[in-house]
């Protein structure tokens, strides 16, 4: 009897040639008028009416290639994860596969339904019910109202949220706008399922529901799933391939483990000034009360530290109204993106509209073990149990810790995170 013949993998995505090319300070003043005025302006070699006071005027005119050449093939049943620094293009290149944004240049082949979920509360409609934005959703992937019917049930059960889905959704909180989209974007018959970052948003049991889900998707299903994250840990966890991106360009498509070893070594522990101002934010809230302007590491021409001496940290923030008292604290991680603990919160102040707070604090690394870290800074208003999320960019700041302790073994990053005191012997 002849073998039987292995069947040819089924190329979901084909992506040749793609690029994105955005004009900095061209357009998008805002409006029509706004845009008109600045053409009229560099027409007339006048300076622009709607320029922000302190921009660079040099930038006006020059280009950004956020994707400058990304060639890959995504098959069925993968489940594809996309890597790689803030700036390297990933969501973007979520959102040309989403069709939310044009390509400049390239080719890309998709066959079958996109779910995409690229920021909490993609797709719905504020005003309309959470029911009525699951037959929305489905309405747009082309299902008729019968088959959504038979999926109704299964995603109200899934996103936890049965008690509000006749609410309209612009009363819910970020993490169950983030429960009930997620469930959406996994239930309806779409044959690739794309996603950023947005679990984050979630309650940890939530986030390991998703994905245990999404590994169904991929595994028993047989769809395709593309997820960005910074945390490797799930990176690991569901992906069977990996891609890293890098100032726009594929560096690496292939072994989870290895890209998430190129990915570390792209790390940029030089970095000492951070511009946060329009960094995008964790969730919806953040920001938008109080909004981080800038990060340094003071004293320093590199974020690389010894254990032996201080990380000083100045932040910039301004407030759109008047706070009482302000909380902060950083969130920290190993390079992987495994959590090594949480600073205990700090009060920051009181403050009022229209002035521009500039707050110092030190961060001690005596403990670390040797190796390349990040954190998140968290402000926020009340106590941490019940805590109000003010801003959280999603930005990793990164620093590196050396040990000159010769008396140290060799550090191994298997050995945990954390140099403990030497014990104490007692006298018998």
């Not at 089924?10 to 053409?39: A, C, F, N, R």
């Not at 803030?86 to 979520?94: C, I, P, Q, R, Y």
Request: charged share 20%; with cysteine.
């Amino acid at each position: 009897m002849a073998e039987k013949t292995q069947a040819a993998p089924i190329p979901m995505i084909e992506v040749e040639g793609l690029k994105k090319q955005y004009k900095l300070g061209q357009i998008g003043g805002g409006t029509l008028t706004h845009d008109l005025q600045s053409w009229w302006a560099r027409l007339r070699g006048k300076e622009d009416p709607n320029t922000i006071v302190g921009t660079d005027t040099r930038l006006f005119g020059q280009t950004f290639m956020a994707l400058n050449g990304v060639d890959m093939t995504v098959y069925k049943g993968e489940a594809l994860g996309i890597i790689g620094r803030n700036g390297a293009g990933k969501s973007t290149l979520l959102k040309i596969l989403s069709r939310i944004t044009a390509p400049t240049a390239g080719e890309i082949r998709i066959r079958g339904r996109v779910a995409s979920m690229l920021e909490v509360g993609t797709g719905f409609n504020n005003e309309m019910t959470g029911r009525e934005n699951i037959y929305m959703n489905g309405a747009i992937l082309g299902m008729t109202k019968a088959e959504v019917d038979q999926k109704l049930a299964q995603i109200i059960e899934f996103s936890e949220c049965g008690d509000f889905i006749d609410t309209p959704v612009k009363r819910y909180s970020s993490g169950m706008f983030v429960k009930l989209a997620f469930a959406v974007a996994a239930h309806l018959d779409s044959d690739i399922l794309v996603m950023d970052e947005v679990l984050a948003v979630g309650d940890m049991k939530f986030q390991q529901k998703c994905l245990g889900k999404m590994s169904d998707v991929a595994n028993q299903d047989g769809r395709t799933v593309l997820y960005v994250s910074h945390n490797m840990s799930t990176i690991r966890q569901l992906c069977t391939r990996c891609v890293v991106l890098d100032k726009g360009r594929v560096l690496y498509d292939g072994e989870v483990e290895k890209a998430i070893a190129i990915y570390m070594n792209t790390t940029d522990v030089n970095l000492v000034h951070y511009d946060l101002a329009e960094v995008p934010r964790m969730n919806q809230s953040a920001g938008k009360r109080l909004r981080l302007q800038t990060l340094d590491f003071i004293g320093k021409e590199s974020s690389v530290f010894a254990d032996t001496e201080k990380l000083h940290i100045r932040i910039t923030w301004r407030v759109s109204e008047p706070f009482a008292g302000i909380h902060m604290k950083m969130n920290l991680h190993a390079r992987d993106s495994t959590p090594v603990g949480i600073t205990h919160p700090v009060d920051i102040g009181a403050a009022q509209p229209g002035s521009l707070y500039t707050t110092d604090f030190v961060f001690d690394p005596a403990l670390l073990g040797e190796g390349q870290y990040f954190f998140y800074l968290d402000i926020f208003d009340g106590s941490l149990a019940q805590a109000v999320c003010l801003d959280k960019p999603v930005s990793e700041f990164a620093f590196e810790v050396t040990s000159g302790d010769l008396s140290m073994p060799e550090w191994a990053s298997g050995w945990g995170r954390i140099h403990f005191p030497p014990v104490t012997l007692l006298e018998g």
